[in-house]
């Protein structure tokens, strides 16, 4: 007997649950009910949006479910951190990062199973691209987990480009930031992105969440040889995009650096890269490179990284060097591997 595949609610904007509630014969204004069912009191089945009618429950269900699914696995850190796995897109399954520091409690969301971006430090680039992720997919990460109504941030730079797969990274954004949805501050969010051009200004255009690019390199010829990316969307044209928009207030821009001992570490390096950035109201993140299988690479020491830092902020561009989370359980930057799966 064949099964019918419900389709879930969960991720849906208020639009798009009028069209759900007409579809069913339910009055517009069961749109919001839904939404408050959904993202306000985060129900696990429809017989549970009691002020919807039973009948229009029982035809909700017929074609829908809620669509939150609890993480797989649980791994966690000596630090706190917490890495979750989830289901993923074509037999690879997805991780999301749970990171507590003080008063902050950060969640990092995956965008896409696997990426296209082919990033030579990047253990998820090297698993090529299996799918991208359903605006469901972006909101079961955040609400599923047992931390989800004590997170103050989220940031898209889990597995995956977001801007390769913008309209459900702008959905999500849309159901985190409404009245409707989870009512967030987009000032709690942030988006990283390799700078693929048409696709950033969609997103600074249509948003006011921050931004974050990854750069690694003042040089486009060595950028290239890292992030194949450059050959396609050159840093220097990303950067000249960046130089249209306001970022001295309420939205903040950020470039990410992954530091590699000998090869981008020197204090010229930084000088290049002060130069490239100058007037730019912005601020480097300094990252350890994470060790991955059969690299070439390894990760600048200390010393340097605080050298560079140090040189950077004389030159008036401000940067800080990242503290390190879950290396130990392989959830640190650029270690997010996912896992091989068959499909049922």
């Given amino acids: 007997m064949e099964t019918t595949i419900k389709k879930p609610l969960t991720g849906l904007t208020l639009e798009q649950l009028r069209n759900v509630a007409a579809e069913c014969g339910m009055p517009s204004f069961a749109a919001k009910q839904m939404s408050q069912w959904l993202y306000e009191k985060r129900v696990t089945s429809i017989d549970e949006m009691t002020n919807l009618s039973k009948s229009a429950r029982q035809?909700?269900?017929?074609?829908?479910?809620?669509?939150?699914?609890?993480?797989?696995?649980?791994?966690?850190?000596?630090?706190?951190?917490v890495k979750y796995l989830f289901d993923g897109k074509g037999g690879r399954d997805i991780e999301a990062v749970y990171i507590p520091d003080k008063d902050r409690a950060t969640l990092c969301v995956?965008?896409?199973?696997?990426?296209?971006?082919?990033?030579?430090?990047?253990?998820?680039?090297?698993?090529?691209f299996h799918g991208n992720l359903t605006a469901c997919d972006i909101i079961n990460q955040i609400i599923a987990i047992p931390q989800s109504r004590s997170l103050t941030n989220v940031?898209?730079?889990?597995?995956?480009?977001?801007?390769?797969?913008?309209?459900?990274v702008l959905q999500a954004i849309e159901v985190l930031t409404s009245p409707w949805g989870l009512a967030w501050s987009?000032?709690?969010?942030?988006?990283?992105?390799?700078?693929?051009?048409?696709?950033?200004?969609?997103?600074?255009?249509?948003?006011?969440v921050h931004l974050a690019v990854s750069l690694h390199s003042p040089y486009p010829e060595q950028r290239a040889s890292l992030m194949p990316v450059e050959r396609a969307y050159h840093s220097r044209d990303v950067i000249a995009l960046l130089r249209q928009y306001d970022f001295a207030?309420?939205?903040?821009?950020?470039?990410?650096?992954?530091?590699?001992?000998?090869?981008?570490?020197?204090?010229?390096?930084?000088?290049?890269?002060?130069?490239?950035?100058?007037?730019?109201?912005c601020r480097v993140n300094l990252i350890r490179?994470?060790?991955?299988?059969?690299?070439?690479?390894?990760?600048?020491?200390?010393?340097?990284?605080?050298?560079?830092?140090?040189?950077?902020?004389?030159?008036?561009?401000?940067?800080?060097?990242?503290?390190?989370?879950g290396e130990d359980i392989a959830a640190a930057c650029g270690m997010l591997a996912g896992k091989a799966r068959k499909e049922q």
């Fill in 289 to 325: 490179f994470h060790a991955i299988p059969d690299s070439d690479l390894s990760t600048s020491s200390t010393d340097t990284m605080t050298a560079f830092r140090d040189r950077l902020n004389e030159h008036g561009v401000t940067a800080t060097i990242r503290a390190s989370r």
């Fill in 249 to 281: 207030h309420q939205r903040r821009l950020s470039f990410e650096y992954i530091m590699w001992r000998g090869v981008n570490d020197s204090l010229r390096d930084a000088d290049a890269l002060a130069r490239l950035l100058k007037g730019l109201d």
């Fill in 155 to 168: 940031v898209f730079m889990g597995m995956g480009e977001p801007m390769d797969n913008l309209p459900a």
């Fill in 186 to 208: 987009p000032k709690r969010i942030t988006v990283s992105t390799i700078g693929k051009i048409n696709e950033m200004k969609t997103l600074l255009d249509t948003t006011k």
């Fill in 110 to 128: 995956s965008s896409q199973a696997g990426c296209r971006m082919g990033c030579k430090f990047c253990m998820t680039g090297r698993q090529g």
């Fill in 59 to 81: 035809r909700l269900s017929t074609d829908y479910c809620i669509g939150v699914t609890p993480p797989k696995a649980a791994a966690e850190s000596s630090d706190g951190t």
